[in-house]
């Protein structure tokens, strides 16, 4: 396990200062997914005709040997140098080898890069697909629950229309009963007051009736009186008349 961790560091600095960023981020993908696909040293070791363990270690002295190095002097050019004297020490790789190498393993690189590209996007693709599923499935199924709650309220509203209804008809069904009773309430009450009326005029007719009468009493009482009174009168004029013809 340290070993492997120990590859990887070297294979992600030889990446670096041979291939770029884009070489490391790559090779960090790789490692992370643990793909079979080729790696960059093993791609560069296969071309050079040794084996990764043995690029390997040649990486790890030419390392050893940039940092005596002063800092301005450390550069990837420098690197590459250090490294193809290094294997022309131990396997006889030229330096023109070995950049032809490096060159065909970026190459190779690139093409696992847009193949690994293509992979994601098709994941991507797909993923997105799936989600475009699950969205129209719960969009769907929203849109279900809104008619549902739509029918619900709609069946409320119509339960409560028609209740309202039914209260209407039996309160206009009331007022109705009412309004026809009521004329014979009213025939009723105009009978009772017709019977009073007639009561008052019979007790007003008698009451008139006997003050009529009382006057007419009275009246013939004062003409009697009256004709007495003429009477009187003339039997005294008689009596005067005939004293004073005698005298």
């Not at 193809?84 to 020490?89: R, T």
């Not at 293509?118 to 849109?143: K, P, S």
């Not at 009521?182 to 105009?190: D, F, S, T, Y």
């Amino acid at each position: 396990m340290r070993s492997k961790k120990r590859f990887i560091v070297i294979t992600l600095i030889a990446a670096v200062l041979l291939f770029g960023s884009t070489a490391c981020i790559a090779l960090a993908d790789e490692e992370a997914e643990e793909t079979p696909r080729t790696t960059f040293v093993e791609t560069v070791a296969g071309l050079l005709g040794i084996t990764p363990e043995e690029l390997q270690s040649a990486f790890c002295d030419a390392r050893e040997q940039m940092q005596e190095l002063e800092p301005e002097d450390r550069n990837a050019e420098q690197f590459k140098t250090i490294l193809a004297e290094i294997l022309n020490e131990l396997y006889g790789t030229s330096y023109e080898a070995l950049e032809d190498a490096i060159t065909q393993a970026k190459e190779a690189m690139h093409e696992q890069l847009e193949a690994h590209k293509a992979q994601i996007q098709e994941r991507l693709q797909t993923r997105r697909a799936e989600l475009q599923e699950q969205f129209e499935a719960r969009r769907e199924q929203l849109r279900q629950r809104l008619e549902a709650h739509s029918s619900e309220q709609q069946e409320w509203l119509e339960a409560r229309r028609e209740q309202l209804r039914q209260r209407l008809e039996a309160r206009r069904a009331e007022l109705q009963e009412w309004f026809e009773s009521l004329p014979a309430e009213l025939q009723g009450r105009i009978e009772a007051w017709q019977a009073r009326l007639q009561e008052w005029r019979q007790v007003q007719q008698g009451e008139l009736q006997g003050r009529i009468e009382a006057w007419q009493n009275r009246f013939q009482e004062w003409r009697e009186a009256q004709g007495n009174s003429n009477g009187n009168g003339t039997g005294d004029n008689g009596n005067g008349n005939g004293h004073d013809q005698s005298n």
